[in-house]
């Protein structure tokens, strides 16, 4: 057994850190009177079976084996993963800056104009921004998916824009992109059904983007407008669903959530 002077907690497994600080544990040697609490233990189990006795016997030999084995590494290395994964991360990144500079060169030395290379400098900012912060970030899912939808959205809009401007990101994207969100959102609430009104954040968030589609739709900068008018009624509907429906647990959460 050893123990960890700074938590002063004692470890039964044989490791050579202490799980909680990582810092390295002393052996100790049990007290008279624990030694005489574990005698009397094992004495409880002097009438079991020879059969279960040699079964615990080489079960605990296994043990051992295997925590001889282990070396003191019986805890999972979460720093360790951490590290490896944030160092994946920048090599992407730096491999990523690498190529786009080569790609950018051989665009203005073959054209003598600066287009394509914008393309794929959009790829890679996008692709990095969704390593970073969708797949391997810390944050919640919730925000993984919203950030995602976002940045896809810009992603495209970008394409557009390159590409001659015609507008087909905002125009079916866009409100495409809130519909798949409030399709999610559905699914989300019915498999967490227990924690449904969690939702209701995203829920206004698909608001506020179908109010900015139907603002677009306006000025004319959304030429067909019944995929954006779809949205706008989906997100609407599902909100006000949500709210009547869920009655006080909903007005609860909405009243927790902006400090009212």
């Known amino acids: 057994m050893t123990k960890c002077m700074k938590c002063g907690v004692y470890i039964a497994d044989n490791t050579d850190k202490c799980p909680l600080c990582q810092q390295v544990v002393a052996p100790v040697e049990l007290s008279s009177d624990n030694h005489q609490g574990t005698e009397w233990v094992f ?94 970030g810390r944050n919640g899912y919730i925000f993984k998916i919203v950030s995602t939808f976002v940045f896809t959205v810009l992603f495209l809009e970008g394409i557009d824009l390159l590409t001659g401007a015609s507008g087909w990101a905002l125009t079916f994207v866009f409100p495409s992109a809130i519909l798949a969100m409030v399709l999610a959102t559905i699914i989300l609430m019915i498999v967490n059904i227990r924690n449904w009104q969690s939702y209701m954040m995203m829920q206004l968030f698909l608001v506020l983007m179908s109010v900015i589609a139907m603002i677009l739709v306006a000025v004319k900068v959304i030429w067909f407008p019944y995929l954006a008018m779809g949205a706008m009624g989906a997100s609407l509907f599902l909100f006000l669903g949500t709210l009547i429906i869920g009655d006080k647990r909903a007005r609860t959460e909405l009243k927790r959530r902006f400090h009212i």
Not at 69 to 88: F, I, M
Not at 91 to 97: C, G, K, N
Not at 109 to 119: A, G, K, P, V
């Open 43 to 136: 004495e409880q189990h002097n009438d079991v079976p020879d059969k279960c006795v040699n079964d615990t016997d080489s079960a605990a030999k296994r043990a051992d084996s295997t925590a001889s084995h282990d070396n003191g590494t019986r805890y999972p290395d979460v720093k360790g993963a951490s590290r490896k994964y944030r160092l994946l991360e920048n090599i992407i990144l730096f491999l990523s800056i690498v190529g786009q500079i080569v790609l950018t060169t051989v665009d203005y030395m073959t054209d003598n104009e600066i287009n394509w290379s914008f393309i794929v400098l959009l790829v890679v900012i996008y692709a990095n921004v969704t390593l970073r912060l969708a797949i391997v």
